[in-house]
């Protein structure tokens, strides 16, 4: 069955994506979830003629209409999914569009029991309250016997325009003005974003994740009831937050002592960011360090997703054990004095993002179920080369979406989303150490220490290429905008 | 720390060959309610090191445990409510983990099990 899916216009690069994933989870690819097969199916999709691929107007085919409402109702980034009545260039061509939709399709919807709402909505243009109802009662030729009831009514019609014009708003250019009418299958309950806004959070870090994203990343890793979600860079919690949300349970690891354990106090700490919400608390926090896991050698296979945003040097860097420089006078190798061990605090040293990913990828291959995923944020420094992006690969991985956020005109963040696809070996664990090896060699500088930092930071004159011009040139960036929403 | 961290955990102590399980030293922990999911204890079931969980059961004075299981006894309700029970209601708040090769003791305070290694252990 198709639908008319709109989106709202921000995040795009990831709102195709949230779909799969939510899709995938309601089970419109019919079976478990798990097997490998989940990496390669998706939905058919189409676009409005004349539409560009950012446009917030798309089609899409669901198995059923419950499976469309489930999945509109869950996601952040899904306006509206519509069955589509009609279509048209112009008012007389959507007429024409409706009253040729069939009867037995619109009638159960107009009946004189039910009560019903009709929304006028556009995208690039405003519509005045004056036309809004001009519009309205245009419609007369659907026999509406219904009650209209505003608020709670038990169907929702929407009539949406869109004009032409080229691409000069900053909007993604429309060749051709369309309007569209449907009935509402479902729509994001956005709500949500308000609840959870960081401003409102008890206890925040420097690098909380915000709680749009957060739902985006707990969508994207299938967050559910019964499934268990680890998140080795937990911090404040707040991806842990989202996927508890969706009725996960969660599990989180730090390295740093202060934030897991004493947060601000009793009141302020990672757990009572799950008591603010009224969510299940963490199955378990623990001090950790993701470079040397403490899990039991045998113990594979237990999480379903591991939602991760890991340090990578901008605005927090990673630490990880070791780093400690022998005092004057003492011969290698270090230890630590008996009677001063109980309340030691180990040192810990600089933590490349190379380093961290990899340990973070040999972690969720081994740990992660079959058809498990693994959705981490990776920066990317933008420049003429980062069109075509290299991500880092592992054998037991497929990866299934990239999703560009542009943080400034220097970096951006993808957020990767990959499914375990490769049962764990030994000689899984030797060939990704050569993976890793070969892709640090050939693709990661600015990966290591302190690069992409002094990247994104260093004065723009530093930046100058030979032929004088500088690096990031304001005025040539093309008028639509895409991405920076 | 609830007993289902303990069963995940093993002490990475540099030259440690079998750092599981931990002795649990418990001085402090509650109890609070959890939602049963039975689906969850289904699946979990199949990873967890049955007599590490019933020991440190007994070590925070729950002996309701029996020794031995295996996933028919998942159909019995009693069985799946002690398990639930002793793996997600149980929190340890104050106390330690043990390595049982080295006696390296891995506090845990405010129900956070602390796992970083000093510079000597790795």
């Given at each position: 069955m198709w639908f008319l899916c709109v989106f709202y216009h921000r995040l795009l690069d990831y709102r195709r994506p949230e779909v799969e994933s939510l899709a995938e989870l309601f089970g419109a690819f019919g079976g478990g979830v798990g097997e490998e097969s989940s990496s390669t199916r998706s939905l058919e999709w189409k676009l409005p003629d004349s539409h560009h691929l950012d446009s917030p107007f798309h089609f899409v085919s669901f198995p059923s209409e419950e499976i469309a409402r489930n999945v509109a109702n869950r996601?952040?980034?899904?306006?509206g999914l519509y069955e589509l009545w009609g279509q048209g260039s112009s008012y007389e061509e959507l007429e024409k569009a409706i009253k040729e939709f069939p009867d037995e399709r619109k009638l159960p919807y107009l009946l004189s029991e039910s009560s019903f709402r009709i929304t006028v909505d556009s995208f690039g243009k405003v519509i005045s309250f004056k036309e809004q109802n001009e519009r309205i009662q245009g419609l007369s030729y659907i026999p509406f016997k219904g009650r209209v009831d505003l608020r709670k009514p038990d169907h929702k019609f929407w009539l949406i325009e869109t004009d032409d014009y080229g691409s000069t708003n900053g909007l993604p250019p429309v060749v051709q003005r369309t309007v569209f009418f449907g009935r509402e299958v479902g729509a994001a309950d956005r709500k949500l974003l308000p609840t959870y806004q960081l401003k409102s959070r008890k206890y925040l870090g420097p690098t909380a994740m915000d709680a749009e994203i957060a739902f985006l990343m707990a969508n994207q890793g299938l967050a559910q009831p019964g499934k268990l979600v680890y998140d080795p860079f937990v911090g404040t919690g707040s991806i842990l937050v989202a996927a508890a949300h969706f009725g996960a349970l969660t599990m989180g690891a730090d390295i740093d002592i202060r934030v897991v354990r004493d947060g601000r106090g009793p009141n302020c700490n990672v757990w009572s960011n799950f008591e603010q919400y009224n969510l299940p608390m963490p199955i378990s926090l623990l001090r950790a360090d993701n470079n040397m896991p403490p899990w039991r050698p045998g113990l594979t296979e237990v999480f379903d997703a591991i939602i991760c945003d890991p340090p990578?040097?901008?605005?927090a860097g990673g630490r990880k054990s070791g780093g400690r420089k022998l005092l004057k006078g003492l011969v290698a190798p270090y230890s630590v004095p008996q009677e001063k061990r109980v309340d030691h605090i180990p040192s810990t040293a600089p933590y490349s993002l190379a380093e961290c990913v990899h340990d973070l990828f040999d972690l969720s291959a081994k740990m992660l179920m079959i058809g498990g995923r693994l959705v981490f944020f990776y920066p990317v420094v933008r420049d003429e080369n980062s069109i075509n992006v290299q991500f880092p690969e592992h054998p037991c991985f497929t990866l299934i979406a990239s999703c560009e956020q542009i943080l400034s005109l220097r970096y951006s963040r993808y957020l990767l989303t990959m499914v375990k696809t490769g049962v764990y070996t030994e000689e899984i664990k030797e060939s990704a150490m050569k993976m890793h090896l070969d892709f640090k060699e050939n693709h990661l500088k600015w990966l290591e220490d302190g690069n992409l930092h002094s990247a994104v930071f260093s004065p723009a004159d530093s930046q100058e290429v030979p032929d004088g011009k500088p690096k990031f040139d304001r005025d040539s960036k093309p008028k639509y905008r895409g991405k920076y929403v | 720390m609830r007993l289902l961290t303990h069963n995940m955990l093993s002490s990475n102590v540099k030259g440690v060959v079998d750092g599981f399980p931990l002795r649990l030293e418990a001085e402090k922990w509650v109890e609070k309610e959890v939602e049963l999911n039975v689906d969850f204890l289904r699946h979990i079931f199949h990873k967890i090191e049955w007599k590490a969980l019933a020991g440190a059961a007994r070590a925070v004075g729950y002996g309701e445990l029996p020794d031995e299981a295996d996933?028919?006894?998942?159909?019995a309700e009693d069985f799946l409510r002690r398990f639930h029970h002793a793996l997600l209601?149980?929190?340890?708040?104050e106390g330690a983990l043990v390595c049982p090769?080295?006696?390296r003791r891995f506090p845990i305070n405010k129900g956070i099990p602390n796992m970083l290694l000093n510079e000597d252990e790795i």
């Open positions: 996601s952040i980034l899904v306006k990578y040097g901008v605005r | 996933a028919a006894m998942l159909d209601e149980i929190h340890v708040e090769d080295t006696g």
